[in-house]
């Protein structure tokens, strides 16, 4: 699967990526770690209408 330790695991390599979301209620997170390029990004919010992988997969190519 692509699931390992409630980590979302894609990619290999250099571009292996592992993701994990969050929320309850009122509040919502998403974390993206690219450990071969020792990048990653959280984003917490304290909506329960935030779209934080949104803006944490937008704020990836900019890290690069």
Do not use: C, M, W
């Not at 409630?6 to 250099?14: D, E, K, L, N, P």
């Not at 990526?17 to 998403?30: D, E, F, I, M, V």
């Amino acid at each position: 699967t692509s699931h390992g330790l409630g980590f979302v695991v894609q990619g290999a390599g250099r571009d292996l990526q592992l993701s994990h979301s969050g929320s309850q209620q009122k509040a919502k997170t998403y974390l993206v770690v690219l450990p071969g390029r020792r990048i990653g990004v959280a984003v917490l919010s304290n909506s329960e209408y935030a779209d934080p992988r949104k803006l944490a997969e937008s704020l990836l190519p900019i890290l690069r």
